[in-house]
């Protein structure tokens, strides 16, 4: 697991108010919490709290109603403004294109081609998003206990790998144009086309920006178009320069342009995919206060086993094992709902597992949180190449 947050690494020496020495992590056989055991947007069950008997462990599964229901909601509600944001945006953009594309071809403007390129990647990736969220609603099965929610990420893949495809395309009809001879860009029907991409992409832009925070669909969807917008600009320019100056080469010049653009759009778009599909720690969730807010509850010794993960957008799921105090009287009931408490409404949890421990035995101490922050530490300190050795098995 990794863990994205930028405070936690500063914070691991600070982290003293429990001795972990004291505790004896010889033999303990603790399972790891499959991802698809727990928590469904319908599957609503109440908290659990059982007393330890002849060594069985108290185990606390959490999707508490009040918490989930509400998050269901407005979860469904996000859902509601992101598809009808997504359909605008998919009919101006995909009209648009139609207009490009035979723009393009009757003035011969590469420039041009390639701006419509980058709408139809707009368009599908907006169509996709659209798919993913219908393919989403399905229920879910004992052969998919999450359901079909992950087809939003795979379809923000799919849009990201289209995107470098159509920038090696622009690329290469770039560096042709510039050693071909007798090709003529009439600069005129060009330039009216770009302002009118320029004015549905701002439009576009528009629509889409709220629903960019809540999904990485719409996040995609709105850099691209972003990035479409300053394409659409470049188009105007290179027209501008052919005009005023007969400067062919700008056409090729802007396209090539216009295709480091898309790259640098589609880059964040994929780093957020893969973090997802490698289950990495969500970068709103600092999990090292996560669990020194836990621990600082009375009875709580040690969180341990502890995973956080991304299902979809808006949603995230957290496990963890917890010992307690074997000394403590009080309620183990009130305790589970004040950790509860704590991950729904203090970091936006909402699937989450905690099994409460009274003893821990051979627990690996690479599954707790401060030996966690401590190797997102070196990996900081190593820099991108000296970092690369953790992905090796055993480092």
């Given at each position: ?5 930028g ?11 429990h ?36 060594g ?9 109603e ?45 420039a ?10 707009d ?35 799919l ?25 003529h ?22 629509i ?5 925070e ?16 300053l ?9 501008v ?27 964040g778009?994929?780093?957020s ?52 105090d074997?000394?403590f ?24 597992t ?17 030996h966690l ?23």
């Open positions: 697991m990794s863990s994205s947050s405070s936690a690494a500063g914070a691991g020496d600070a982290h003293d108010h001795d972990h020495d004291e505790h004896d992590h010889d033999a303990h056989d603790h399972d790891e919490h499959g991802h698809e055991a727990h928590a469904h947007d319908e599957h609503d069950h109440d908290d659990h709290g059982h007393d330890d008997h002849e069985h462990d108290h185990h606390g599964h959490l999707d508490h009040d918490h989930h229901g509400h998050a269901h909601d407005h979860s469904h509600e996000l859902r509601g403004l992101s598809r009808r944001s997504l359909t605008f945006a998919l009919v101006l953009i995909a009209g648009y294109m139609v207009a490009e594309i035979v723009g393009g071809i009757l003035s011969g403007s590469l041009l081609l390639a701006d419509a390129g980058h709408m139809a990647t368009a599908a990736a907006i169509g996709l998003a659209l798919l993913a969220m219908w393919i989403a609603e399905r229920a879910a099965s004992a052969e998919r206990t999450f359901g079909f929610y992950r087809t939003e990420i795979l379809a923000a893949l849009n990201a790998v289209a995107l470098w495809l159509i920038v090696a395309w622009i690329c290469f009809e770039a560096y042709h144009r510039f050693f071909q001879e007798g090709t860009v009439d600069g005129w029907p060009v330039l009216w086309v770009g302002l009118g991409g320029l004015a549905v992409n701002i439009a576009a832009a528009f889409l920006h709220r629903s960019s809540h999904s990485l669909n719409a996040e995609g969807a709105f850099q691209h178009v972003m990035a479409d917008l394409g659409s600009v470049g188009v105007v320019i290179s027209s320069l052919i005009i005023t100056m007969g400067w062919q080469v700008a056409d090729p010049i802007i396209s090539i342009v216009i295709g480091l653009l898309i790259l640098v759009s589609s880059w778009l994929m780093t995919v893969v973090h997802v599909l490698l289950e990495g720690t969500p970068e709103h969730i600092d999990v090292y206060r996560l669990c020194s807010d836990l621990e600082d509850l009375p009875g709580v010794t040690i969180v341990h086993d502890v995973h956080v993960w991304t299902i979809t957008s808006q949603s995230d799921a957290f496990t963890a094992h917890v010992l307690i074997p000394g009287d009080g309620d183990k009931d009130e305790l589970l709902t004040s950790m509860k408490n704590i991950v729904h409404e203090e970091f936006g949890i909402s699937h989450v905690i099994q409460m421990e009274e003893s821990v035995r051979g627990c690996d101490e690479n599954h707790h949180v401060d922050v401590q190797r997102t530490r070196l990996v900081r300190e190593r820099g991108t190449w000296g970092s690369l050795r953790f992905l090796l098995p055993g480092t």
